[in-house]
């Protein structure tokens, strides 16, 4: 990328820096081409899409390699080993590959089952059994371990079924005997064990999505300033779900190809399932790997296998059931996401993840206007907002380069239906521009458990996971606040909206397009939105003083027992300018009388007349005092070198010892002298020392701690802000870790928050939350 950018000529980097939406037609030409007549252009795109250059596609030798591997870790008892190098041979084995007469997939499918059997996971065993007898029905040794998964979870009647045909499958007279003795066995009641069944992963994709209805109507509004909007049609009040979509097109970030389902999002189970035609992706089930990739197991179904006339009609409809699955590949949506990028060739793995969104949302509008029967056309795709004239110079390069070489890997799929017009490369940089500005990044929650020594309990944090990237057409609508009265969160990948507070008829429906009161001060709040989204934020947090902005990064007064705050010249400039518009002292006043903590930190705010020195930098806004901020950041800098090693520990799982909980409590006394109580370095500071605390098993230290920076998010976010029932739920544990129970009023409020932000889905995302109230 940076060597095609270094020899584009001045006078297209200079008409492309210049440009608006209505030259990218000139500016696109140029390029396009300039790169036709440029070499290294087209062995950039042969490096990328190149059959003969390929390091995704499929490889027999590869596979039949891992395969060796993972059979002589069996035959050693090292069941985890095995089970990895199944899966990586399953990763790399094309569909169609023979080994030994059977199809080479449903070997390894069954020989994974195996192993994953010998680890106890009887589910996702069965399911691997499921998958070898679609590629190979007359598999009799994938129904012999079918039933044994069956009989370990209880559905006796379906392992006698699956040893019935294992029976009729076999030919070795020695295998007919195994299967006879354990039919025997499962005919004898007394041998019989009552065992709960979950339900199979290949079923439940998507199932604990509840059908919980939208409760209000909203309307979209048009305004000036903000655009548009959405807005309430009546009054809604808090928790309510108003709001629920599927992504129009979304991709797995590159981080999680390892670890999440590449369609739903999802952590990946044991029993992954591969892409059938390159080794990119993974995923949790054949229904995602089938609405990812638009092909079916089934289709690649070995025919010839042993008659079954001598079955009974039950028998041979509960076969047709088993290797027949209700998931085809036509019922899928026009467009699977990743159809256009499975040709073995791996420009999807190596290009940024918006650009290959950029080529799934254009894909996906193709396929559309395909099934149409309509005439393609490259304008106007997604209605969506976008603000490529207020791009910085080196972005909109950037832009028309990945547009020239996204058409090129999209010609390898496409052909003749994408051919090398500017129109086409012009509409490609609108849309990075409008994902830019509109994609929603798909967080899932992981719970974190800290062990203590000598106790089997774990303390539980709660954190955020940005998995993948998508864009959602009706979630776009909604614009931004540092305060919103909505929350947005996922289940997979569909987007949900719920209301945080109550909100009137006729107010605007706001979500947070990231930083909100309370996690960042308010001129780094208005800086990321100005560089990322092009808009200078007005929201009620940015336009009117409030407590949080003013302790945030805030410091201590020089003056003993003043409690006042000051402030450095950024956040002071910053707070003043929202100050300058009020022309009557009032106006101030009657927003921040009624807070005792505002009047405590901030008293010569209610004082001064003239809001032009209301914010003096260096001066406590309570007194007036002067504080040297100079020394202050000495002092902080000083005490960071400690603080930062205690950190480092908890983070890479090091040894905590006393003399680094001891350097941290001390330098932590230092930062209390310069910075404001309220300031959220210290609740940092606090929440690392905890879990030092409960690391090396002091959960009464780790309480006092984990209290202390609660109070202070309290006074940042809220007190029923999701941020503090997050720490809460540390609380919970804590307490629960020395044999308390839970708070009665700190359970509440916990469970409170949830619900408000979650709702009925409360329980889903945070399955420790029942745990905890059962111990309140």
Known sequence: MEKLKSVIP????????????????????????????LPLFHQTVRDLTDPEMVLCGKNKEAALEAKAKGNDCFSKGDYSSALHFYSQALRVSPMDAEDKEKNLVATLFLNRASSLHKLGFFLESRQDCDRALILYPAYAKAWFWRAKANSLLGNHKDAINDLNVSLKMETSSSGKRQIQSELNMLSDPSTLKNRTVDKPNDDSSGSYVTDERLQMELHCVTSTSKGRGIFSSSEIHPASLIHKEDPYAAVLLKQCRETHCAFCFDELPADTVPCMSCSIPLYCSLKCQVQAGGQCFSECKKKEYRPLQDLSHDLVRYIRNVTSPDISSSNIEHGAQHRHECQGTHWSAVLPSDVVLAGRILAKHTEQQISSGADLKFYGILDLCQNYGLLPAETKLEFHVYSMILLSCLQLFYGSKFSSESAITSEIILLLAKIRVNSMAIVCMKCSDLKQPGNDDATSSVEQIQVAQAVY????????SCQPNVHAYFLSRTLFVRTTE???????????????????????????????????????GCAQANLSDLVHTGYRCSKPNCFGVVLDSCVAKCEQQKLKHLKESNSLQEHMLNDDNFRRVARHVFENTDYSHCFKPSHCLSCGSFCDLQTSEKKIAEADIYIQRLQDAVASGDEITANLITDALDYMNILITVLHPFNKRIAKVEDNIAQAFCLIGDPQAALDHCRASIEILEMLYGENHIVVANELIKLASIRHSMGQKSGASDTGRMVEIFYRYYGSHADVIFPHLRYLKSKA
Do not use: M
Not at 23 to 34: A, M, W, Y
Not at 520 to 531: I, N, P, T
């Open 502 to 540: 109550n909100v009137t008829a006729g107010s605007e429906l706001e979500l947070s397009y990231g930083p909100q009161v309370g996690e960042w001060d308010c001129s780094e709040r208005q800086k990321f939105l100005e560089d990322r989204y092009s808009f200078i934020c007005q929201c009620s």
């Open 473 to 480: 057409c009706g979630g776009s609508l909604f614009n931004h």
């Open 10 to 37: 001045e006078t297209i980097k200079q008409a492309i820096s210049e440009s608006t939406t209505d030259d990218l037609s000139s500016t696109c030409s140029s390029l396009l081409h300039f790169f036709q007549n």
